[in-house]
């Protein structure tokens, strides 16, 4: 927040940010699902009903790479089930009421629990989350049906780099929380399971069991600080 400026407007400033940024690798999704065997409307569909960036690149993927719908769907779901955890820290950010509620469940994804968590006024919270949330989705949407439309122009866009920005967008998410040993530990043991699995098994497990592997590393704490019981902390030198 810069000087003199008000929690609300940094808050506001801080969405339209985030808006403008996650909006545009929409058009990578929106593109990719066209070239991994949807068209444009079961593309825009996807955007409309499920709108969880990592599930739907998960999905798309998995059906792009020969994999069948099981195994697209519990990639997609299990990556969707962050989400659970986001919805029970934001319902305090929310407020009370059914509708309210079950309007914010559409829109509780990475970024508007990230911009609403950054402020430090309820009110500029609750002003993250919902021009976030709201911001996001129509901007994410409005940007799939033009990947989609521009998919079906260029033909692969793999030939153009477009795949490359999902995986830039989610090493982007996870940065900031791979700086201790503990968050390192699980996401090398995940990366080496995907990469040691992928040519072996079918699209879409390999997935399956690199995160059964970071459940399992994340829970024993190996590398983490056991004197607080805090997994992914590490204790001060």
């Known amino acids: 927040m810069t000087e003199g400026e008000s929690p609300q407007r940094a808050a506001w400033r801080q969405a339209l940010g985030v808006v403008l940024a996650t909006s545009a690798y ?28 990592g599930s739907q690149f998960a999905f798309v993927g998995v059906i792009g ?3 069948v719908a099981g195994a697209a769907i ?3 779901g299990l990556l969707g089930v962050r989400n659970v955890a986001y919805g029970l820290r934001m319902s305090s950010v929310v407020g009370t009421g059914f509708w309210r ?9 990475d970024e508007s629990t990230a911009v609403a968590l950054a402020q430090k006024d309820a009110g500029a919270r609750r002003i993250g989350f919902w021009v976030t949330g709201v911001g996001v989705y129509i901007g994410w949407n409005l940007t799939t049906l033009g990947g989609a439309l521009l998919g079906d122009v260029l033909g692969d866009v793999r030939a153009y780099g477009l795949d490359a920005a999902a995986a830039a967008a989610f090493l982007a998410l996870l940065w900031p929380r791979i700086r201790r040993r503990q968050a ?10 995907a990469a040691l699995t992928t040519p072996v098994l079918m699209p879409g497990l390999p997935v399956l069991v690199a995160a059964l592997v970071a459940h399992v590393v994340g829970w024993t704490n190996w590398f983490g600080d056991r004197s607080s019981g805090v997994a992914g902390t590490e204790a001060t030198p």
Do not use: E, K
């Open 184 to 193: 390192i530990a699980v996401g090398a043991a995940a990366a080496v399971v």
């Open 65 to 67: 790479g020969g994999g």
């Open 74 to 76: 519990a990639s997609a």
């Open 26 to 53: 929409g058009v990578s999704f929106g593109a990719l699902a066209v070239t991994s065997g949807l068209d444009v409307w079961q593309t825009c569909v996807l955007s409309l009903l499920m709108f969880t960036g």
């Open 101 to 109: 509620r079950a309007a914010a469940s559409m829109f509780t994804i």
